[in-house]
DNA sequence: AACTCCAATTGATCCGATGAATGTGATTGG
DNA sequence: CCAATCACATTCATCGGATCAATTGGAGTT
């Protein structure tokens, strides 16, 4: 094995084996790299790759640390791969996220506090004036449907869950299924679906919000496929 | 930012917009440094950071291609962070397992193929005979469990739910777990389980692999939580 | 006590050189 | 002519040193 990946191996171990703890200060990079046998260039390629995954973190004239190591932080490299998959695999990146979704908008009905109930409603009423612009502004979509999502997530009472959902579907996935809804019945869809599953939120009612949040994801799902035709869209025209 | 983050993101943009294909072979060092204005060394470290999430591959003498970008590829640094927390979090990561497996087996009860299934059954009647040895061979029964659970889930149909729910739990989790489980009932429990789980299989129903997956999942979790730490107690004082 | 300024510390970046692994094409033997 | 072998060019891996830039902490001043 090359020299690299047995530093990176070494100090991740040191981590696992608890050695390292969250925000602890490394040594110097010289002292390290002496410590590990390589040379300081090498050391800082295995210490850059770590930067990557967020596992460390430097900064310039002070030092190198652990970071805090928690989910949501090492999870977040999950949104570029969604990123580039979303030619091929965006379907089954939403699938994914549909399943995980829908059991956290169920644990989020009996946990999310009433402030934050409120403002899942301020949002749609934001995302409702937008929506009635005239042209759309399509990126303040984008960020109100993240923010939405991303509340209610925030509150299933699991770190990970709530990580994986976030990352699940990056920017650019969730860009581009709202650039494709240049059709306005189908933003109003959305934001009818984005109503349920708030109003199951307010009635505290679990099986009604996974039920919600999981046709709401299963209309985008089949929105990307175009495979839509039999849901409320034919019952309108 | 600094140069080498500029360097990653580059090379990130180029694969989003496509510009750089899977299998693709990169300019040498050399050219690529002075193509993005950095120095060779400092090329190297984000190269060295791209490598780190499977997004490229070097090979010493011939040169640097970019890899074949699958999900299960780029999502196998999960495991990594579940293995750091398996101390608090281990239970919110099986957690997040539990609903996957649960699809994925209720998936694979009408995609497996026969000869799947009857490996499976292989691998099961290994496990009770590794069971029946005194002292029982951890490492092996880890092993055997994780072939059981990889093979059920890459016959879901859905490569990105299988890629997750592989490297949700890594090696060391799993390992715990098992070594958690010197009684051996637990391990009898756990076996039974397995079996419940191959009959619904062989059945192709849906709804009784799901609900048994999600049980045996549940189970584990509960093991690791409540019950362990009662178990833990009362055999240590 | 609070502020300013400077020097030490430390990571960021660059440069050049050598080692190691690979691919290629010429050479050689059949 | 074909196959095996070997030397060479290419390329990444690793190394050591040098300079730049940002932060920190203390000396000195008000």
Redesign the interface.
Known sequence: MGA?ETA?DTV?QM??DGELRPGQKLPVEKNLAEQLGVAR?TL???V??????RVLQTRQGDGTYVTS?S?DL??D??S??A???LDA?AG??L??RR??EA?ATALAATRIPDADLARLGDLLDEAETVAACDPVDHEKMVALDQDFHALIASHCG????AA?IQNMSGR?VRARVWRGMSDPEAVHRTLREHRAVHRALLARDSERARLHAALHVLGVEESLTGSRAFAGEAAHG
Chains 1, 2 share one sequence.
Do not use: C, Q, S, Y
């Not at 850059?48 to 995954?53: D, I, K, N, Q, S």
């Not at 699991?158 to 869950?161: D, F, K, P």
């Open positions: 690299i990176i991740k981590i696992i260039n800082r390629e295995a850059r790759a770590l930067v990557a995954m190591l989910p090492l999870l490299g999950m570029f791969v990123d580039i998959h695999g089954e990146f699938h994914v399943i995980l059991e699991n770190a990970v869950l994986v650019t």
